[in-house]
């Protein structure tokens, strides 16, 4: 494996487990599941917090909301992909954002 592949594939990984563990504390504190909804408070502070947070957490939202979708409503095969596909690119640049960050930080060398 290249170390390009391989870096891509940490930041995968990085990004995928850290949008799980923010929804899963958020989840744990808060006693309701997180959703895209915390921006539909309206102009508040709450709000403009939520943008952050979703943005490292979108990737479990997505694919949560894509896994119990067929449930409540049916969904066609290729929306099915193209959400997986959205989530895994978004965890990977969430990713990669929070392993430049560990590495300025010297965290990761």
């Known amino acids: 494996m290249s170390p390009d592949a391989f ?59 894509t896994l119990l979708g067929p449930r409540i409503e049916r969904r066609r095969t290729e929306f099915v992909m193209l959400a997986t596909v959205l989530a895994g690119t978004w965890s990977m640049m969430s990713g990669t954002v929070l392993l430049m960050v560990l590495h300025a930080v010297g965290v990761v060398a």
């Open 7 to 65: 870096n891509n594939l940490f930041s995968l990984l990085i990004g995928f487990a850290v949008a799980g563990a923010l929804t899963s504390g958020y989840q744990a504190m808060l006693r309701q599941p997180a959703g895209f909804g915390l921006l539909q408070q309206g102009v508040v502070p709450r709000s403009f917090a939520a943008v952050p947070f979703l943005m490292f957490a979108a990737p479990f939202i997505i694919m949560r909301n």
